[in-house]
């Protein structure tokens, strides 16, 4: 694990006033790179050569420069790793970032200034840890089985990693279980690391919602960005009634939707932020800086249950790239969270705090 002393010694070698932002063109760079411009960043797009045409096609969010890498992992290599620090670049982490670069890589061997915490990453990506954090905070999570021989109502199997609902499926028999996984293994659809982080849970009936936060160290304020709801493939099942094909029972993300919440049902939301940022200041000090999303299901009787925490940017925020409905309440400008990012970066300069929001 890169230390934070580490980093700090890198940030003092850092011209302030030649910061610029950089993170690797995916996810949600299109809003990283846009809400940098707005608060005045230079930006940088690590990209493959094929990509650029999509950032190209959008005057307002392509980045300044690119570093043009042949596969995403190659941001490990010193040249690159040297080239951003050349260009005192903070790298804003995402979930494709994390997914390309792969968590233990970026821990040990990225040794470039990232805003936020590492080890906010670290937890997220052990589902051991994470369960840990979010139980501390005293949220409501699905209940997990031991074993597939302990599946008697419907389950939920899921698999590791940033992967946006890919092949997971339901089972409602041990039986029903080994047949869908062999089957998922026969097609080549997982790998044995896939089935190493495989946990089954079980199954949530609700309404989700993904709920998106910003906390500043910087003020200690919880801030609401917004909400939106996944489209997966299985949202459509009703399409293939009477006989829903198998093929629906996909729960692959494809896009998001913005949805909005009950007011009555805000103060739930805005306490269950509080208390995991408490929770990770207690675990992992000094805990979540900046944008975080938990993943809920809500059900009129059990209220919110939490199934997933992404501890850095989700992709539902690039609904809001001027601003969501909450945010308009906090903000007398257009904010979207990857603005928000860059406002902290900025404040954090020029109050001489970055090592606070930087690591
Ligand atoms: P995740 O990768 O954990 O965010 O899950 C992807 C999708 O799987 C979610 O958006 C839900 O639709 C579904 N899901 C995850 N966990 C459960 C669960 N315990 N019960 C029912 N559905 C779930």
């Excluded at 005045?40 to 392509?62: N, S």
Aim: aromatic share 12%.
């Amino acid at each position: 694990m890169i230390e934070h002393e580490e980093i700090k010694g890198l940030l003092k070698k850092y011209e302030r006033d030649k910061i610029s932002i950089a993170t690797i063109c995916s996810h949600s760079a299109l809003q990283i790179f846009h809400g940098a411009r707005r608060e005045g960043f230079r930006t940088i797009g690590i990209t493959t050569e094929d990509r650029k045409i999509a950032y190209d096609a959008f005057p307002l969010a392509r980045p300044d420069e690119y570093i043009v890498v042949r596969s995403f992992s190659d941001i490990m290599k010193e040249e690159v790793q040297g080239e951003l620090r050349r260009r005192n670049a903070i790298v804003v982490p995402h979930g494709s970032f994390v997914e390309y670069v792969g968590l233990k890589d970026l821990e040990d061997s990225f040794l470039v200034p990232m805003f936020g915490n590492r080890r906010a990453l670290e937890w997220e990506g052990d589902r051991r840890r994470q369960r840990e954090w979010l139980e501390r905070a005293g949220l409501r999570l699905p209940r997990e089985l031991p074993g597939p021989d302990k599946i008697t109502g419907k389950a939920f199997v899921k698999f590791g990693g940033a992967k946006g609902g890919k092949n997971f499926f339901t089972a409602s028999s041990e039986r029903e279980f080994y047949n869908k996984l062999e089957e998922l293994k026969r097609r080549g659809r997982i790998s044995g690391e896939d089935e190493r982080t495989l946990v089954i849970q079980e199954f949530v009936c609700g309404v989700r919602y993904y709920i998106h936060y910003f906390y500043s160290p910087i003020n200690g304020r919880l801030e609401l960005f917004g909400m939106d709801k996944r489209i997966e493939v299985i949202d459509e099942a009703y399409r293939g009634l009477p006989d829903v094909p198998e093929e629906f029972f996909d729960y692959t993300v494809t896009g998001n939707q913005p949805v909005i919440l009950r007011e009555s049902l805000l103060p739930s939301v805005i306490k269950m932020g509080y208390d995991v940022v408490k929770a990770s200041q207690e675990l992992f000090y000094p805990g979540l800086i900046g944008p975080f999303c938990l993943e809920t299901m809500f059900h009129p009787d059990k209220g919110f249950i939490v199934f997933e925490i992404s501890a850095r940017i989700v992709a539902g925020t690039n609904l809001y790239p001027s601003g969501s409905p909450y945010t308009c309440y906090i903000f007398d400008e257009p904010m979207s969270t990857g603005r928000r990012i860059a406002r902290e970066i900025k404040v954090a300069i020029e109050r001489d705090l970055l090592e606070k929001v930087v690591y």
